[in-house]
């Protein structure tokens, strides 16, 4: 959500933003803001000056009272009461203003950086840095649901049966990798200096609306049956919430912190579920990392958060490429945001397996996570985000560029403590 004085003030820049994002049809809420907040303050300046009134009326009371001029003080009060029932109508309007402003407010996109590149949807998206060279082998690599499948590692028939199309069992050897994964993950953060953290798996409705837009929420939410609780979509969710209503100290910032949560997402749009394999489902689980820190210092925390990513994936082999999100594929509290894409040799193309997002103060406004600084004032603080992994994508990836002509796939050296000192996975005998 963006500061109204930027309505206030420079409207314009306002709805120049709401082009660049390609959502001219969003373009009259700036209008309709700039007056719901002009009736907003006229509203509560008639109320606060009735205050006053009734006041210096209580005041008058009491000399009154003092004078024992009784005759006079039933008009008074009658004067009083009239004031009081004027103040309730206004505060009731206060309300049905602030609410009806807080709904249009929350539907006006956050500022983007002005070296967004401008496009409408993920096909302008921009190639940033690469990093690795992009290998194809001069034999077959079949895709990553087959090569699971050869270690008896994927059984999505069963899980169909269970839960319906969009999640899996892993078995076995590909079981193990992912937890692997996870683990080294982890610890990977934690040798970064940041707090390793298990974060509740459902938020309720003011945190979700806190931390994303109406539409992704609608898209993505999971929601709990008569309950005011969702399924968390990523653990940034309830890992930002973390901090909601609060007032940090100066001095605590930057938190950073990497969190651990399954994910839960309906995905609903023009993705749709894969049928066979992995890469979009409903349920998966992932190691997440999060900073909140003073404003002048989230650009820096950007470059370092992708960077962390692009590590991890070397460290592991798995050539890289950063991806720079145009205008139009950023969500609607994102300030700036990266994907990071991992090669894959049998695609003989990237795909998606990180994202890095900086919101800027849009999410802190929302939540009310403000710190103390060093004049005493209070300043809505700067929240970022970041994949770390998601297995069942940095699996496909993970797989593809180990896998061996022979069918064995080799477990990369940083994995292999965690796979009980195994240094491949061979194919399951029928």
Known sequence: MIDINLIREN????KENIKKKFQDDKIFLVDEVYELDKNFRECKKEADDLRASRNAFSDKIGELVREGKKDVIADVKKEVNA????IKELEEKEENLQTELKRRMMLIPNIIADDVPIGENDTQNVEGKVFGEAKVPDYEIPYHADIMASFAGLDKDAAARVSGNGFYYLVGDIARLHSAVLAYARDFMINKGFTYCIPPYMIRSDAVDGVMSFEEKENMMYKIEGED?????????SMIAKFKDQILKESDLPITMTSYSPCFRKEVGAHGIEERGIYRIHQFEKQEMIVICKPEDSDSWYEKM???????????????????????????LKYRSCDIEAWSPRQKKYFEVCSCSNLTDAQARRL????????????????LNNTVVAPPRMLIALLENNYQEDGSVLIPKALQPYMGGKTKIEVKKA
């Not at 609780?229 to 969710?237: A, D, F, K, M, N």
């Open 229 to 237: 609780l969702y399924l968390i979509g990523t653990s940034e969710h």
């Open 11 to 14: 409207s314009d820049l306002v």
């Open 368 to 383: 009310a996570i403000r710190y103390k600084n060093s004049d005493g004032d209070k300043v809505l603080a700067h929240t």
């Open 306 to 332: 992708w960077n962390y990513s692009v590590e991890l994936f070397r460290s592991l082999d798995i050539p890289v490429r950063q991806l720079i999100c145009c205008s139009g594929d950023l969500a609607d």
């Open 83 to 86: 004031i009081s029932d004027k």
